[in-house]
């Protein structure tokens, strides 16, 4: 089984940033990634995703702020949030996918407020 665990959440004060991480307890040099976040009575959302060999994507509405990427080495996946604003206060996820099976973690959560 594989295990993903995210890290790097906590509070933080509005336009301040914050570095997730996600750790994966196997090689992720052939997986697809992924960052989602559900804030607090909404659906979870897609917000960012990378594969080896192809250009990381972000959604539109957070490209600018938010940057996905990669440590194949450490098996981690991070994602930088900058100038952050109370509306991305949520629960962040990592999921990684091999072979159509995915894998998720148990959240972060994110909470930007003064």
């Known amino acids: 089984q594989v295990h993903v665990v995210e890290s790097g959440g906590g509070l933080v004060q509005p336009g301040g940033s914050l570095r997730l991480s996600c750790a994966v307890s196997?090689?992720?040099?052939?997986?697809?990634a992924a960052w989602y976040r559900q804030a607090p009575g909404k659906e979870r959302e897609w917000v960012a995703n990378i594969l080896s060999g192809t250009l990381p994507n972000v959604s539109d509405s957070l490209k600018g702020r938010f940057t996905i990427s990669r440590d194949n080495v450490k098996n981690t996946v991070y994602l930088q949030m900058n100038n952050l604003k109370r509306e991305d206060t949520a629960v962040y996820y990592c999921m990684v996918r091999n072979r159509g099976i995915e894998d998720w973690g148990q959240g972060t959560l994110v909470t930007v407020s003064s």
């Open positions: 196997q090689s992720i040099s052939s997986n697809y």
